[in-house]
């Protein structure tokens, strides 16, 4: 009898854990259903070349994967969607990747040890396109939705620098794929 009483409160725990997984995963397709087609906010700061840029104004004319995280620990996510990505087409001058480091106005006193800390990290050849923001970043969280920040987000640009794909957190094979085709048929 304990038994048979144990096996339906697990039973129905394990439903529950599926529905709120179910009801995420509708949530993150709600807000990228939210974002596609609308113009790519602007953001202005410094490259880890010491470059001020603004994206999406200096990528126009291509194809442009801009990765977003607001914690260190997100590096793996931004790598598990660029990777693909530049097999794809990494040397494709039509196409264009940027991370975009968002770090809290708090930090700012640090950027240059933060930075310096990056560009010891990063290879020579990529400084330009990782563009650190330091400051109120609830602005871009809002336009983005972009509400968890232990995750990474990664959005696809057209050449007009109007988004056309979104996805987050870590690259799923289906997801992975989609972002492929998707930047193929632009």
């Not at 113009?39 to 603004?54: C, E, I, Q």
């Not at 097999?87 to 975009?100: C, N, V």
């Amino acid at each position: 009898m304990q038994e048979n009483q144990e096996r339906k409160v697990f039973r129905e725990g394990s439903y529950a854990v599926d529905d709120s997984v179910k009801r995420l995963t509708a949530n993150m397709k709600q807000a990228a259903k939210k974002v596609v087609g609308t113009r790519f906010p602007k953001v202005t700061s410094k490259s880890l070349a010491n470059n001020l840029l603004t994206l999406p104004d200096c990528s126009e004319g291509k194809i442009t994967l801009v990765s977003i995280a607001f914690v260190r620990n997100a590096q793996e996510q931004i790598d598990s969607w660029i990777r693909p990505f530049e097999r794809e087409f990494g040397g494709d001058e039509h196409f264009a990747i940027y991370e975009l480091p968002m770090i809290s106005q708090g930090w700012k006193v640090l950027s240059w040890m933060i930075d310096s800390g990056m560009r010891g990290g990063i290879p020579t050849e990529k400084h330009d396109n990782v563009i650190t923001f330091y400051g109120d970043y609830s602005d871009y969280q809002e336009a983005l939705e972009m509400e968890d920040t232990q995750s990474a987000y990664v959005f696809l640009l057209d050449r007009k620098g109007i988004i056309r794909w979104r996805g987050q957190g870590y690259a799923t094979p289906e997801a992975e794929n989609e972002l492929i085709e998707t930047a193929r048929a632009l």
